[in-house]
T-cell receptor, first 113, second 115 residues
Framework: AQSVTQLDSQVPVFEEAPVELRCNYS??????LFWYVQYPNQGLQLLLK??????LVKGINGFEAEFNKSQTSFHLRKPSVHISDTAEYFC???????????FGGGTRVLVKP | NAGVTQTPKFRILKIGQSMTLQCTQD?????MYWYRQDPGMGLKLIYY???????DKGEVPNGYNVSRSTTEDFPLRLELAAPSQTSVYFC??????????????FGPGTRLTVL
């Protein structure tokens, strides 16, 4: 079975500052990795995913994440945040060739002007 | 395409009442899922289905039932509501093939309160 740990439950950040959201996972088999975003009172939307290939993955809205197999991490970054990035962000993992996702507890990002 | 739709958006139940949360997708996805979201806990899988007529338990199935008579619909039933079932419920769907990247598409959620 796999598990996901998001190390920060809340991250306050000023507008135009960079942000990094940390995600670590544990699994004994190959995995696929995802970051989802949930804006207030909405469902989840996919930001980006890692299936294979280049370890640096670019997603929507200027976000990117880097897969580090040796550290079992998949941290999400954005070089300059906007007020509209205020949301909750979820890291998730799926066993490769499986179809069930395991989610982390979420990181709430609050962008301040 | 409407994607994944859920009804109702909000509901308040009394302890012991029953209700069905509706979920419909128009993307012809084989896989469908029900999650509950509690603060600080992320999303927990309740039940999932790999196709019409096939369902299986997830991580937290107790107190819930599902059915999948068509590809489009995947209702979630609460038979005897309890305060512990107060949560936000999300339905999701995904394509069958792993090569599609396993992305799950989520509905807008149903906020349920049991008093």
């Amino acid at each position: 079975a796999q598990s996901v740990t998001q190390l920060d439950s809340q991250v306050p950040v000023f507008e135009e500052a960079p942000v990094e959201l940390r995600c670590n996972y544990s699994s004994s088999v190959s995995v696929y990795l995802f970051w989802y975003v949930q804006y207030p009172n909405q469902g989840l939307q996919l930001l980006l995913k890692y299936l294979s290939g280049s370890t640096l993955v670019k997603g929507i809205n200027g976000f990117e994440a880097e897969f580090n197999k040796s550290q079992t991490s998949f941290h999400l970054r954005k070089p300059s945040v906007h007020i509209s990035d205020t949301a909750e962000y979820f890291c998730a993992v799926s066993r490769a060739a499986g179809n069930k996702l395991t989610f982390g507890g979420g990181t709430r990002v609050l962008v301040k002007p | 395409n409407a994607g994944v739709t859920q009804t109702p958006k909000f509901r308040i139940l009394k302890i012991g009442q029953s209700m069905t949360l509706q979920c419909t997708q128009d993307m012809n996805h084989n896989y469908m899922y029900w999650y509950r979201q509690d603060p600080g806990m992320g999303l927990k899988l309740i039940y999932y289905s790999v196709g019409a007529g096939i369902t299986d338990k997830g991580e937290v199935p107790n107190g819930y039932n599902v059915s999948r008579s068509t590809t489009e619909d995947f209702p979630l039933r609460l038979e005897l509501a309890a305060p512990s079932q107060t949560s936000v419920y999300f339905c999701a769907s995904s394509p069958l093939a792993a090569v599609d990247g396993l992305e799950q598409f989520f509905g807008p959620g149903t906020r349920l309160t049991v008093l």
